[in-house]
């Protein structure tokens, strides 16, 4: 059964691997355990026992959140696990006052452009060049 939680040191040995698997410039094991547990972030993880399925967080600034990972193991997708991450990470961000998030996602990145839809995110800009390998522009997507 899936269980989604704060995420955890013991996670980010799996995060980290499935982070390296889906995107060019992954963030470092490092990266994660400095963000977790700060007051001004949020990360979850999605797990089936021991297992991590997918991860999210967002960094908080004053009445608005930044989405800027949200990355699901290849052999766990098209089952709403990123759906699931989201819409609890959105609960959570309400509960503590926010009231705008954003996100950018890749402009060729259809399947998650369609996720952000359906959770009420909306096109609001873009960003040229925003990803390296390979470049490629960014839609700013904001949920107010």
């Known amino acids: 059964m899936l269980q989604?939680?704060?995420?955890q040191e013991k996670d980010i040995e799996?995060?980290?691997r499935i982070e390296e698997a889906c995107f060019t410039?992954?963030?470092?094991?490092?990266?994660?355990?400095?963000?977790?547990?700060k007051p001004d972030a949020l990360y979850l993880?999605?797990?089936?026992g021991r297992e991590v399925l997918g991860y999210c967080g967002a960094y908080v600034v004053l009445d608005e959140a930044d989405i800027n990972q949200v990355a699901v193991k290849e052999s766990s997708r098209?089952?709403?696990?990123?759906?699931?991450?989201?819409?609890?990470?959105?609960?959570r961000l309400k509960e503590q006052?926010?009231?705008?998030?954003?996100?950018?996602?890749?402009?060729?990145?259809?399947?998650?452009?369609?996720?952000?839809?359906?959770?009420?995110?909306v096109l609001e800009g873009q960003r040229k060049n925003f990803y390296?390998?390979?470049?490629?522009?960014?839609?700013?997507?904001?949920k107010r």
């Open 4 to 7: 989604i939680e704060n995420m």
């Open 14 to 16: 799996q995060v980290s």
């Open 25 to 37: 410039l992954p963030w470092s094991a490092k990266s994660f355990e400095e963000v977790i547990g």
């Open 45 to 48: 993880t999605a797990l089936e």
């Open 78 to 91: 098209r089952q709403g696990i990123g759906k699931k991450l989201l819409e609890e990470l959105l609960s």
């Open 97 to 121: 006052g926010i009231t705008s998030v954003t996100l950018e996602v890749r402009k060729s990145n259809q399947a998650a452009i369609a996720l952000y839809e359906s959770l009420g995110f």
């Open 132 to 142: 390296e390998k390979p470049m490629e522009d960014a839609w700013i997507m904001w």
